[in-house]
């Protein structure tokens, strides 16, 4: 069976390939604005993407089907503003900014690193 992977994960998320794993395994690697096609024997199969520490929800995929990958929008502008943060703080000696920036990014980490990819049927 084959599903069709594409990627439109935008600057943020553009630094580096994805991995696209089918049921728990490596399947390949999925670069910013690329298409990939999984190949899997099964009728259906659980579908995820990762870079480094930060993945996606599972999905439930079936032959043909076509799955696109994104940027969860929660979590982007946290990730902004968190380095701009610290950016500022370390500029202009305010000890708030870096206060801000680290929670902003203590966040982004801790509960934005499970669902950082939001991985959905076209």
Not at 65 to 71: A, F, G, K, N
Request: hydrophobic share 45%; glycine share 10%.
């Amino acid at each position: 069976m084959k599903v069709q992977v594409s990627r439109n994960t935008g600057a943020l998320g553009g630094l580096s390939s994805l991995k696209v794993n089918v049921n728990g395994s490596a399947q390949g690697k999925l670069g910013n604005n690329n298409e990939f096609i999984a190949v899997f024997p099964e009728v259906t199969a659980e579908m995820t993407v990762n870079q480094s520490f930060f993945s996606s929800n599972s999905l439930t995929v079936h032959d043909g089907d076509h799955v696109e990958v994104t940027l969860n929008k929660k979590y982007s502008p946290l990730s902004v503003v968190g380095l701009l943060g610290i950016i500022l703080g370390g500029l202009t000696k305010a000890v708030l900014f870096h206060v801000v920036g680290l929670i902003c990014l203590f966040i982004v980490l801790t509960i934005g690193s499970k669902n950082w990819f939001i991985i959905k049927k076209k």
